[in-house]
């Protein structure tokens, strides 16, 4: 599916598609799913079947949920200046064409989680497209301003789906990772809404700064980081991981916490992207730090 001809007479190239799928995205979905898979192993033994497979499906049925994100959201795409020039917006894929792709992933999806992993994580894989691309895209991100706290359990499902991938089964540490991730979702989301303001208001979408304001949602991000803090030292607390995470949990908390700080005292919205940037470095280092803590840990018991 390199090109595709269009009722325009243009051509799509495989770019096109590859940006309907919102890659940077799915890499960081496909990067904590993989952490979930990891996490849930005792020993260097890995299902690399599960692995592979389960870390494939799972992609594909994010990339299918960004898909159907980009053809529901094409109108309000297309006056906002972030996302005017995706490929619906400005033609360069139609309607038709990118609703077959985001299906073609879908079931290709579910066929290689269903098939070659298990049941469990297909289902959970699917409830988890249908909650961004249905009950988000849909619904609650034209409804209400706290579209994305109660859509972040879509966004915060991969880690789940990685950890019942490799032992059909959904554990409590497996919760306290879609935890970490749920609360941190909002203010990641929220500083760049702070910044897109305008674009958000514009599209007629009642995100928390345009129907609360600025400052209030300020107030928002900075009350999230402390509660982020405090969840991100679970897994310590219950013994999922060791010494070295729990510095890095504490060590990078403090960090979101100092970003959302001076983004709340600064005025307008000139520490907000600064904010969004550290939010995707936070995330990524301290699921890095799960990684590594637990390598260690493995390493040790087996030396002892």
Not at 129 to 148: C, D, E, Q, S, W
Request: hydrophobic residues 55%.
């Amino acid at each position: 599916m390199s090109e595709v001809i269009l009722e325009t007479g243009g051509r799509a190239s495989w770019k096109q598609y590859l940006e309907l799928c919102k890659p940077n995205v799915v890499l960081l979905i496909v990067f904590t799913a993989i952490v979930g898979m990891v996490l849930a192993t005792d020993s260097l033994a890995v299902n690399w079947i599960a692995v592979v497979f389960g870390t494939l499906g799972i992609g594909l049925g994010a990339a299918s949920g960004a898909a159907i994100n980009h053809v529901v959201d094409q109108k309000i795409d297309a006056v906002m200046d972030r996302t005017k020039n995706r490929p619906l917006p400005t033609g360069g894929l139609s309607t038709e064409s990118a609703l077959l792709f985001a299906l073609i992933l879908a079931v290709s999806s579910m066929l290689i989680l269903g098939a070659l992993v298990n049941l469990l994580t297909a289902a959970l894989t699917l409830l988890s497209m249908v909650g961004y691309a249905v009950i988000y895209t849909m619904f609650l991100k034209r409804a209400t301003p706290h579209n994305i706290v109660l859509g972040g359990a879509a966004g915060a499902a991969p880690p789940v789906l990685g950890w019942a991938a490799v032992t059909g089964e959904v554990s409590v540490e497996a919760l306290v990772l879609f935890l970490i991730i749920f609360i941190w979702t909002p203010p990641h989301f929220w500083a760049l809404a702070i910044k897109r303001r305008d674009d958000y208001a514009e599209a007629g979408l009642p995100m928390l700064p345009v129907t609360h304001g600025i400052d209030f949602t300020k107030q928002q991000v900075l009350l999230y980081t402390f509660m982020l803090l405090s969840v991100s030292l679970l897994p310590f607390i219950i013994h999922m991981s060791g010494l070295l995470y729990l510095v890095s949990a504490l060590l990078l908390g403090l960090g979101f916490i100092y970003h959302a700080f001076k983004l709340y005292r600064d005025a307008g919205d000139g520490h907000a992207m600064k904010t969004f940037g550290f939010s995707i470095v936070y995330l990524m280092a301290l699921f890095a730090a799960l990684l590594l803590d637990h390598f260690i840990v493995i390493g040790l018991s087996q030396v002892a």
